[in-house]
């Protein structure tokens, strides 16, 4: 059973729609990330939340807005997505957001296509 | 910048007996630490084994263990007496501590392993 819970597993959303991804964990940690990863690729992180501040994002379009309303729970917001777009979202967290000191753990991702 | 390699895209082994799943990496960082995790076809990303840069001894974890040489910028996995449940993407991953990079995994593309009955 994972710690970090996604939500929806699978998602198909046309171009033009809005859709939300939900992540959810209640280890009490305080640090909360956001991977994408294509098929038979390593994860690409995209944007990381330290004590609910967003500290990384790494260049990702502003079709995709990150939110972390509280220090359980982490969102990515969706919108005007191309084909692209279409992948695994993992999400993580760890302790804090020194990633070496406590290892991420991961959920089981949301299989995005958009069409 | 920090790169990982692994050199083996995919492997087999056969249920019960030993595999080594190679990994080395590039860096000018001399604090680190190295991680091997797998992703079986649930999708999860589960941590099998963590190495700090400065411990000369090898991490093990049950039949998981690391051949780590520093100086030869080598992070290897030895999985002992393969299960079918191993069957899984595995990929090596490098944290520094220092600079911008230190919240970043930079992975690896992954060895598909498979564990043959």
């Known amino acids: 059973d994972t710690e970090v819970t996604q939500t929806p597993k699978h998602l198909v959303m046309g171009m033009t729609n809005k859709k939300s991804l939900k992540c959810e964990q209640h280890?009490?940690?305080?640090?909360m990330y956001w991977y994408k990863q294509k098929a038979k690729k390593p994860p690409e992180l995209m944007f990381v939340?330290?004590?609910?501040?967003?500290?990384i994002n790494e260049s990702v379009p502003s079709r995709f807005s990150p939110e972390c309303p509280n220090s359980s729970l982490l969102n990515l917001h969706l919108h005007a997505l191309q084909p692209e777009d279409s992948a695994l979202y993992l999400c993580?967290?760890?302790?804090?957001?020194?990633?070496?000191?406590?290892?991420?753990?991961f959920g089981n991702g949301t299989r995005l296509t958009v069409t | 910048a920090q790169t990982v390699t692994q050199s083996q895209p995919e492997m087999s082994v056969q249920e019960a007996e030993t595999v080594t799943l190679s990994c080395t990496y590039d860096?000018?960082?001399?604090?680190?630490?190295l991680f091997w995790y797998k992703q079986p076809p649930s999708r999860q990303m589960i941590l099998v084994i963590r190495?700090?840069?400065?411990?000369?001894q090898n991490a093990t974890e049950n039949r998981f263990s690391v051949n780590f040489q520093k100086a030869a910028k080598s992070f290897s996995l030895k999985i002992s007496d393969s299960q079918l449940g191993d069957t899984a993407m595995y990929f090596c991953?490098?944290?520094?501590?220092?600079?911008?990079?230190?919240?970043?995994?930079?992975f690896g593309k992954g060895t598909k392993l498979s564990v043959i009955p």
């Open positions: 993580a967290s760890s302790q804090d957001g020194r990633g070496w000191v406590s290892p991420l753990h």
């Open positions: 280890m009490g940690h305080r640090a």
């Open positions: 939340y330290s004590y609910e501040k967003l500290s």
């Open positions: 860096t000018s960082e001399n604090n680190y630490y």
């Open positions: 190495q700090e840069a400065y411990k000369q």
């Open positions: 991953a490098f944290t520094g501590l220092s600079g911008a990079g230190s919240y970043q995994l930079t």
